[in-house]
């Protein structure tokens, strides 16, 4: 059984997501079966076989600690600790073999988020980082980008399964910074965009809808590598509210100013 240290977590969590984005490598090209778990919200077999191994091998090293998974759900422990663990972020590009997705594997305990990994097995980019130690790429620090005007920032976004439903948020967003950011991109994968802030490659990143396993390893990263993620009210982030924007430090006031502005202007209330 391995120790509780944020470090020891870590090491737990960079092994773990190099094990499953190995499967989802090896799966990448070849037939799979699709499920649709609601509306636009899909599953693979790759999903399920990704998040099968991850587990177990969490399961073995820390057997006492809770797990919070995307296809799996809720397992109690009987520790403060816990694992929030997306298999696969970036589904629908997976599925459309689009080679941009990622494993996303974090551990919560009574301070926060205490260790963070999202891996990209198709680019093997490692994504790293423990509370107070810092973000790393294969081993490199990160930090974020100095861009501090929202005329020169790349920003990054995505939609939630249920913009159809409620399209006023997410698309009312990007539509009023589309018009004041130097560029806008849209990837498909949440955790990888945070990935992409904390290692100064996009400037900020916004998207409604959000759940924990999609953000929690995505938000040490960028406090790690020094910038700013909060609710997109302005509020502290918190990992159980999906509504979140993270940005570079020098651009943060701006940026959060103007999403402020936004959810005031339409009465939106953000989750």
């Not at 969490?58 to 298999?87: C, F, K, M, Y």
């Not at 926060?112 to 810092?134: K, Q, T």
Request: hydrophobic content about 45%; proline content about 6%.
């Amino acid at each position: 059984m391995a120790q509780d240290t944020p470090a020891a977590l870590r090491r737990t969590a960079e092994e773990g997501a190099r094990l499953a984005g190995r499967i989802l490598a090896e799966r990448f090209l070849g037939e799979r079966t699709i499920e649709f778990k609601g509306g636009i919200d899909l599953v693979t077999d790759a999903d399920k076989a990704s998040e099968e191994a991850l587990l177990a091998f969490i399961r073995e090293r820390h057997p006492t600690h809770a797990i919070l998974a995307e296809e799996s759900g809720a397992q109690a422990g009987t520790n403060s600790l816990r694992w929030l663990v997306d298999p696969l972020d970036g589904t629908t590009n997976y599925s459309h073999r689009v080679p941009h997705f990622c494993v996303s594997v974090a551990v919560e305990g009574p301070g926060g988020i205490l260790a963070g990994v999202v891996y990209d097995p198709m680019l093997d980019e490692l994504f790293s980082a423990a509370r107070g130690e810092g973000a790393t790429l294969n081993g490199r620090p990160l930090r974020a980008s100095a861009v501090a005007s929202l005329d020169r920032a790349l920003l990054c976004t995505g939609f939630p399964y249920d913009v159809r439903e409620r399209p006023e948020g997410p698309v009312g967003l990007f539509n009023r910074f589309i018009l004041r950011a130097q560029g806008m991109r849209r990837t498909g994968s949440a955790a990888m965009d945070l990935a992409y802030v904390a290692a100064g490659r996009f400037d900020g990143f916004f998207e409604f809808g959000l759940k924990p396993w999609d953000i929690a390893a995505g938000s040490l990263l960028v406090e790690e590598a020094g910038g700013v993620i909060r609710h997109v009210t302005g509020a502290p982030f918190n990992v159980m509210r999906g509504d979140v924007i993270a940005s570079a430090p020098a651009l943060a006031p701006e940026l959060l100013a103007e999403a402020k502005r936004f959810v005031d202007d339409l009465g939106w209330k953000p989750r």
